[in-house]
């Protein structure tokens, strides 16, 4: 019998088995793939290890440094000056900084300062419940006016939301204002940070220290049911069942294994009826960089993507160039449907001509990944949306990145919530 049994290896689920496991718990992770890490697990990539998908450190992540110093590799944690730009009727910008902003395309004097002053005044918000039942179209409206919004945003939400785009959370896109506003070494100059090696280090690291605390970490074993008893919980997988006092359960909330007894029908409803987008993530290796931008965000009326992550601007590969290009869609999306090859071809047609210099020799490795559920539609009232974490099984917790709002999904939120789960649970195993 296991004290914890924590269902999924990203940095939530570890973070959580960690956490428990240092109290002197006894715990279990289980994993339905083959690799541990989740959305920061890694993959072999011309010859690097590289993530699946790309992940930065902002300087308000301080949940992230606070493990990191209690893992000792607080010193693999690097900070490097970036760029953003903006491609914008087949040219490009600089953004991100009052002059680039002044010297913007397609806005007028008075449309810059308003803009101006909204990304300024929303550094300095610290208080997001009055924006939890607004719209961000309606209050991005109402600071910089309808043409600011149809000419920066709007472009920007349709590839991002799709269908979903003119009910999204004003104070959820107010935090992705905020995180990356004051992730700053001053007003003209950007500074993100990452983990040398990647997430993979951190990953590495909580799974060395979960096993010297004997725990286990198990592997390609998809759960498939949680029966939750009066005094405990079977977890089954396909081929093998373990015991536990507690669980906590970090799939996506939409597709939780099942779960006997049931819960309501009400409570099963508002887990369906969180909606959520999935992604298409083409990874490419370039022999030429693209541009020196880190983030380019891109506003082109025909192009299917909202921006690219030139990844080698933050983190130095040599003589590689990977760039990033998400394509967020639903997965009823028929673009969905296509097949990689056919993601890889267009989004390197995109990159040529961002950079007529690149051309099909540059191209030297490419890949795909795929995640059903990337990315929780947060409506106006979502908080209210969000069922507890606790379920009526008292033995059972549950929690996805939906339960991150309104911040957005990111390893230091995994890992904050991820460890107030495993308090949870260790509080109510002390008190049995």
């Known amino acids: 019998m296991k004290d914890l049994i924590v269902i999924g290896s990203g940095a939530m689920g570890l973070a959580a088995a960690y956490e428990a496991s240092k109290q002197g718990k006894k715990v279990t992770v289980i994993e339905s793939s083959n690799i541990p890490g989740g959305m920061a697990a890694h993959f072999n990539f011309s010859e690097i290890s590289l993530e699946r998908f790309y992940h930065f450190i902002c300087k308000t992540d301080i949940d992230t440094f606070d493990l990191l110093e209690e893992l000792g590799i607080d010193h693999k944690l690097t900070w490097k000056k970036t760029k953003s730009g903006y491609f914008y009727n087949n040219k490009l910008f600089k953004w991100g900084d009052p002059v680039a902003l002044l010297l913007a395309p397609g806005l007028n004097l008075y449309e810059k300062i308003r803009y101006g002053m909204f990304a300024f005044f929303q550094t300095k918000r610290t208080n997001w419940q009055k924006l939890e039942n607004i719209s961000a179209t309606e209050w991005i409206k109402s600071w910089c006016g309808k043409s600011v919004y149809e000419k920066l945003w709007a472009p920007l939400f349709k590839l991002k939301f799709h269908e979903y785009s003119d009910n999204i959370s004003a104070a959820w896109i107010w935090t992705r204002i905020k995180r990356i506003g004051v992730s700053r070494y001053s007003i003209f100059q950007e500074k993100l940070g990452f983990i040398e090696g990647g997430t993979e280090t951190l990953v590495a690291k909580l799974i060395e220290k979960i096993k010297e605390n004997d725990g286990e970490i198990i592997l390609s074993e998809p ?185 957005d999904r990111g390893i230091s939120e995994s890992i904050k919530l991820g460890r107030l789960m495993a308090k949870n649970a260790i509080g109510a195993l002390d008190n049995l």
């Open 223 to 407: 759960v498939t049911e949680i029966n939750c008893e009066n005094n405990f919980a079977l977890v089954r997988t396909d081929t093998n069942s373990y015991k536990g006092l507690k669980v906590i359960c970090t799939s996506p909330i939409q597709e939780l294994p099942i779960i006997k007894p049931a819960f309501s029908d009400e409570l099963s409803a508002q887990y369906k009826n969180v909606k959520n987008i999935g992604v298409v993530c083409v990874v490419l290796n370039l022999s030429k960089k693209v541009t020196e931008n880190f983030w380019l965000n891109i506003s082109m009326p025909d192009w299917n993507i909202p921006g690219i992550i030139e990844f080698s601007n933050l983190r130095n590969f040599g003589e590689k160039n990977i760039v990033y290009i998400p394509y967020y869609m639903p997965t009823t999306n028929k673009l969905w449907e296509r097949d990689n090859s056919v993601f890889i071809k267009e989004s390197f047609d995109y990159i040529k001509q961002i950079n007529p210099d690149v051309c099909d020799e540059d191209l030297e490795d490419a890949f795909v990944g795929r995640l059903n559920h990337s990315q929780p539609i947060c409506e106006p009232g979502f908080l209210k949306k969000i069922p507890s974490i606790q379920t009526p099984h008292q033995n059972l917790q549950v929690a996805d990145t939906c339960y991150y709002y309104p911040e």
